[in-house]
């Protein structure tokens, strides 16, 4: 597992980068790491056990990758190619993604709650067994995936689309929905309300 | 440290795996099936199977049990004295164990049942179906509902946001994600 230590700033709650001290929010030669995480992240096919909270990553190709129980939580992602990855088990909570596309994407018991998406796609994606509650979603699409047993709970989703989808056991309770299409999908199997 | 999920079919729910990164003795918790998948993680990361940490119950959370028994010399934990008509050690009231060196708070939550467990290791809690993502465990006594969510709300309230939480059925979440999302919580 990646580490659990937290930024030694005083009253940062975010965790410490890799094996440093603190947070890349409060690591003096920010710039530098970021430039030497990007070209890791770029050349490796596998990243695992790897702790790149509060990471900010722009404009490359994250294509066919691995991550595996990696912790990007408080980071943001600008125009970033996931499309063919998998993403297993790692942590991307409370991050921003704006323009990213997740083409193709396996995606597994990944935990994205509290995370801002912009303009980002998902589609013909095995989204399965993950966590995006509390997210704010615009102009998103799901269009094709399987979703099954994924959550949205108290999420804002506005213009997204989730058409042809498999909503199998999607919760999407107390969630606030603008213009979202669920056309073609089962979603009399999705979640909406809870029976108490 | 290290921890393993495994998806089973039977009951749809979780289990999970945790052992020290060298490989060695290790602990399964919910063993709700034992398929070759389950058993090719424990074999490839040089595991043997000393305990059985079970949080509740309930079939879709024990049916591994039994085949696990017949492969490993384990220990069964939990707060019955038989899981699947096997012996089990109970852990009846908040504890400490420690299992082949590893650490484990156990703490009692009754509601979805009247056995129901959280364990955690390290900075893991591992919730069966007291607490999952944004959701809690069911049970058909509305008055057991409410004094679950005010269990659940004011233990939650004070444990640490880098939690992670690995419940019994759905995704992972972690204490910081159910403060801020879970409906049942806090009301």
Do not use: W
């Not at chain 1, 001290?21 to 890791?40: F, M, V, Y």
């Not at chain 1, 056990?49 to 994250?62: A, G, H, R």
């Not at chain 1, 921003?96 to 013909?124: E, M, Q, R, W």
């Not at chain 2, 119950?57 to 939990?78: F, M, P, V």
Request: glycine share 4%; charged share 20%; net charge negative.
């Amino acid at each position: 597992m990646y580490s659990h230590k937290k930024c030694s700033e005083k009253g940062c709650l975010y965790f410490a980068y890799k094996d440093y001290d603190k947070c890349l929010e409060h690591i003096e030669n920010r710039d530098k790491l970021i430039k030497e995480a990007t070209l890791e992240l770029k050349n490796s096919d596998i990243v695992r056990n790897s702790n790149l909270s509060t990471i900010q990553l722009d404009s490359i190709e994250l294509k066919d990758k691995i991550i595996v129980v990696t912790n990007f939580s408080n980071s943001k992602f600008t125009n970033i190619d996931f499309s063919g990855s998998s993403i297993i088990f790692s942590l991307f909570q409370y991050s921003t993604f704006l323009n990213c596309k997740f083409n193709k994407t396996i995606i597994k018991y990944t935990v994205f709650a509290g995370s801002t998406f912009t303009n980002c796609d998902f589609p013909d994606s095995n989204i399965v067994n993950s966590n995006f509650n509390g997210i704010k979603g615009e102009n998103l699409s799901f269009n094709d995936s399987d979703l099954y047993y994924s959550t949205f709970i108290s999420s804002t989703l506005k213009n997204v689309t989730f058409v042809e989808c498999n909503l199998k056991k999607t919760d999407l309770y107390n969630s606030e929905r603008t213009n979202v299409n669920f056309k073609y999908s089962n979603y009399e199997e999705a979640l909406f309300n809870r029976n108490r | 440290m290290r921890c393993f999920i495994n998806f089973s079919l039977t009951g749809f729910s979780n289990s999970y795996l945790v052992g020290p990164n060298e490989g060695g003795e290790a602990i399964v918790i919910d063993p709700g099936e034992l398929n070759v998948k389950f058993l090719n993680l424990i074999e490839n990361n040089n595991f043997y199977i000393k305990h059985i940490l079970v949080t509740h119950n309930h079939r879709a959370h024990i049916s591994g049990i039994r085949t696990l028994l017949k492969i490993y010399d384990a220990e069964i934990y939990s707060a019955s004295d038989k899981i699947m008509g096997v012996p089990s050690n109970i852990i009846t009231k908040d504890s400490q164990l420690n299992l082949s060196g590893i650490e484990i708070k156990v703490m009692e939550f009754p509601g979805h049942s009247n056995d129901s467990l959280i364990y955690q290791i390290h900075k893991m809690l591992f919730t069966g179906d007291t607490l999952s993502a944004g959701n809690l465990g069911d049970n058909d006594n509305l008055e057991t509902v409410l004094s679950l969510r005010k269990l659940v709300s004011n233990r939650i309230k004070n444990m640490d946001d880098s939690i992670l939480v690995f419940p019994g059925h759905g995704p992972p979440s972690t204490v910081k994600a159910e403060k801020d999302f879970n409906p049942e919580l806090f009301v």
